[in-house]
């Protein structure tokens, strides 16, 4: 555990952040411990600038586009009457409009309609830290329309973020750059999670407001709030056209998250054109049935004290996540381009940013940020670093007061594990009672959450047949948040993203979610963002082959284990039994920056002679050899329920008077993993003869086999019939892989 001193806990925080991003970052951006400063809080107070700009009535939705050009002029004073927030706000959108216009690229029309509620957000409300992107109570903000993101570049920039320097931002979506083409949390400190794919980014919210909820709940005391702090969102009518987005808003209305507040951003236009053409739905109608409190800033533009008093009504919202929708016009400013879909996704062109800048009375070149903006941001780093240095005192005295909590708050902020929590484990001799993997999996589940107290999760509405219960606590659920059993309904692609959100929030969380493997095709552009954003999700997948029997193809994976171990930073694990089965979790818990899918079976396995938690944390290692010299007449290799098949194929074969080597390949992402000498140990490329067996597509097989070995699988979808019966049509069977070993040697 880190030291006692809350100074220290801020530090090893950070010291973690810097590993996390020290091989990708060059040392100029990387954040110092030498710069983080702490002072004694001096009651720093935020200034907050308020807009002189007179409230106008909104073009209705009709008329919008015929008037928006002489709205940006009419609104525009000359240079000696603009504000210093209109000014601020005009800083975001050159900012965004130079770097999209230098690299060629990206999305200037969301920058430049949202601004004045980034420049809001990010300048009047967030409590945040420039020097220490990683503070614990930071408030959280999530672009889910990421395609927008130099607006969050511009935000960080100007607000003193080191991650994003003037020359990031003309690196704009360059060759390792800071600032790539859609927001990365793995690249760029001040980004929270990686966000692109639409929709995704509102449910790591959400994810990201549970934590919150969560944290508070157990750690919170009447003396001593010590968790506190608000999830912000950007959404656009992308994101509420993607089906994940009604999923995990659905929840956060469920769960009562008053801490989650999203502007979905209503520009009515998409890469085709106005959404009229495929989305006229009331999206306000739509939330408050989800159970949100929702608010309607007409005037998203210039009506700035509007933006203020809605975030003002969400925060005094405490039971309900709270929408804003805020209608805007893409693109604002630009006198022939505003307010359709030529600004959403291509650069304006020089002549249009000319167009742009005389219309919105900006005299100044590229990426220049003026000395009175500059002046006025310049106030977040000494306020960031009292926000924190205040936290810190408050968690010294929680610390005094309430030494258990602390200590496992402390654990879950920092991401150190407990000492010892592995020996939790359970252990499993071949003498133990055959089980279902997914059975020997809650066993884990109950093992561990004694001892990791940042583990927490739950199932797509199959809790009972996952075996994912937590037995000693309850559900998750609005007035119940201490829980730490999470009910998901059945959302596979919201509850994966979520506990992205989970993961991401703080480096102790380990967030589990279950459902069938067949079901991963609902939710894989989750579990993608998984590997991509370092997000060290338990996938916990049971019914995992045809083994599970009468349900039939439609509920049978076959090309689900080839399509994962294709996917990059991932750990596909089929464990064989109960060690096995530990082993996987293990190799789970401690690999925060890589996210594992754990296929499990439905029916019972036996505890196999030989199988480790050691041998899994290796991916693939030796069960049983009757050879001498590393030469083996045939290596048979088997993943999961197979490699039982695998074991009783070599008792065979070695009566038949053959030397034979069983090998378990749990995981071959961790085999890959392992020196050549140790991969030459287990599979030596003077042995051809190699059969590998799996309910599975063979597909990937070559690589493991060679070419003159064979691969026994199922390279066609199932069939409904119980489990006995399908394994010996497909023939997986013992005979079957004698018969093909006998081929061999």
Not at 310 to 338: M, Q, R
Not at 553 to 576: G, V, Y
Not at 607 to 622: D, N, P, R, W
Not at 705 to 712: D, E, L, Q, S
Request: proline share 5%; hydrophobic share 35%.
């Amino acid at each position: 555990m880190a030291s006692s001193s809350s100074l220290t806990l801020s530090q090893a925080l950070l010291a973690r952040a810097i590993s996390y991003h020290g091989s990708t970052q060059s040392s100029d951006h990387r954040v110092s411990l030498s710069t983080l400063s702490l002072p004694t809080f001096s009651g720093l107070k935020s200034s907050t600038p308020r807009s002189s700009t007179s409230r106008r009535r909104f073009p209705t939705r009709s008329n919008q586009k015929r008037q928006v050009r002489a709205a940006a002029v009419e609104t525009i004073g000359t240079a000696a009457e603009t504000s210093l927030v209109e000014k601020s706000i005009n800083t975001i959108r050159f900012l965004a409009i130079d770097a999209v216009e230098k690299a060629n690229s990206g999305h200037p029309g969301l920058p430049m309609g949202c601004a004045p509620m980034g420049h809001i957000l990010y300048d009047e409300v967030m409590k945040y830290n420039p020097k220490n992107p990683y503070w614990f109570n930071r408030d959280r903000f999530v672009l889910s329309a990421g395609h927008g993101c130099m607006l969050q570049y511009a935000l960080l920039h100007l607000a003193g973020y080191d991650s994003v320097l003037e020359d990031d931002l003309k690196n704009f979506r360059q060759w390792e750059s800071k600032t790539p083409g859609h927001p990365e949390n793995f690249e760029t400190p001040g980004v929270e999670v990686t966000t692109g794919p639409l929709g995704q980014g509102i449910a790591n919210a959400v994810g990201l407001a549970l934590a919150e909820k969560h944290l508070a709940a157990r750690f919170n005391k009447p003396d001593n709030e010590i968790v506190d702090h608000y999830t912000y969102v950007i959404v656009g009518d992308g994101c509420q056209m993607e089906g994940i987005s009604n999923e995990a808003c659905s929840l956060a209305g469920h769960w009562g998250l008053g801490k989650l507040i999203a502007f979905y951003d209503d520009n009515h236009i998409s890469i085709d054109g106005d959404t009229d053409i495929a989305f006229t739905e009331n999206v306000d109608k739509r939330f408050e049935g989800l159970g949100w409190h929702v608010i309607w800033v007409k005037n998203g533009n210039t009506g700035y004290d509007d933006i203020r008093a809605a975030i003002k009504e969400a925060k005094a919202v405490k039971d309900k996540p709270t929408l804003i929708k805020v209608t805007t016009t893409i693109g604002y400013g630009s006198p022939n381009k505003s307010n359709s879909y030529s600004v959403h996704g291509s650069a304006l062109g020089a002549k249009e940013v000319d167009a742009t800048r005389k219309n919105l009375g900006w005299p100044y070149e590229p990426f220049h940020v003026p000395e009175d903006v500059k002046a006025h941001w310049s106030r977040h780093v000494p306020q960031g670093a009292a926000f924190e240095a205040e936290w810190n005192a408050k968690f010294a005295e929680y610390e005094k007061k309430y030494k258990e909590e602390a200590a496992e708050l402390k654990s879950i902020i920092t991401g150190e594990l407990p000492a010892g929590w592995e020996k939790a484990l359970p252990t499993y001799t071949p003498e133990s009672p055959a089980d279902a993997t997914r059975n020997l999996s809650q066993q884990n589940l109950n093992a561990l959450v004694k001892v990791l107290p940042g583990l927490l999760g739950g199932s797509a509405d199959l809790a009972s047949s996952n075996m994912t219960l937590l037995k000693m606590y309850g559900d998750f659920q609005t007035d119940t948040p201490e829980e730490r059993n999470v009910r998901f309904g059945v959302r596979e692609h919201g509850m994966g993203a979520i506990c992205n959100g989970i993961a991401l929030h703080s480096p102790g969380l380990i967030p589990y979610c279950a459902t069938f493997f067949v079901f991963t095709d609902y939710m894989r552009a989750a579990i993608r963002i998984s590997a991509l954003s370092q997000a060290g999700v338990i996938y916990v997948m049971t019914h995992d082959s045809i083994g599970l029997g009468e349900d039939g193809p439609t509920h049978q994976p076959i090309e689900h284990l080839a399509s994962f171990r294709a996917m990059p930073n991932i750990f596909m694990l089929r464990p064989a039994d109960g060690n096995e089965t530990a082993g996987a979790y293990k190799v789970a818990v401690l690999n925060r920056k890589t996210p594992s899918i754990l296929a499990l079976s439905r029916q019972k396995l036996p505890q196999l002679a030989g199988t480790s938690i050691e041998g899994v944390e290796k991916g693939g290692y030796v069960i049983s050899d009757n050879s001498s010299g590393n030469n083996p007449d045939v290596i048979l290799i088997g993943t999961g329920s197979e490699l039982e098949i695998a074991a009783k194929a070599a008792d065979g074969l070695r009566k038949e008077g053959k030397t034979v080597r069983v090998v378990s390949l749990v995981s071959w992402e961790l085999f890959d993993e392992q020196s050549d000498a140790y991969k030459e140990s287990v599979l030596p490329s003077s042995v051809s003869a190699r059969v590998s067996i799996e309910a599975g597509s063979t597909f990937g097989w070559e690589k493991i086999v060679g070419p003159k070995g064979k691969a026994i699988g199922i390279d066609r979808f199932g069939a409904s019939a119980p489990a006995g019966r399908i394994y010996k049509e497909f023939g997986l069977t013992p005979e079957a892989v004698v018969a093909a070993a006998k081929e061999l040697c």
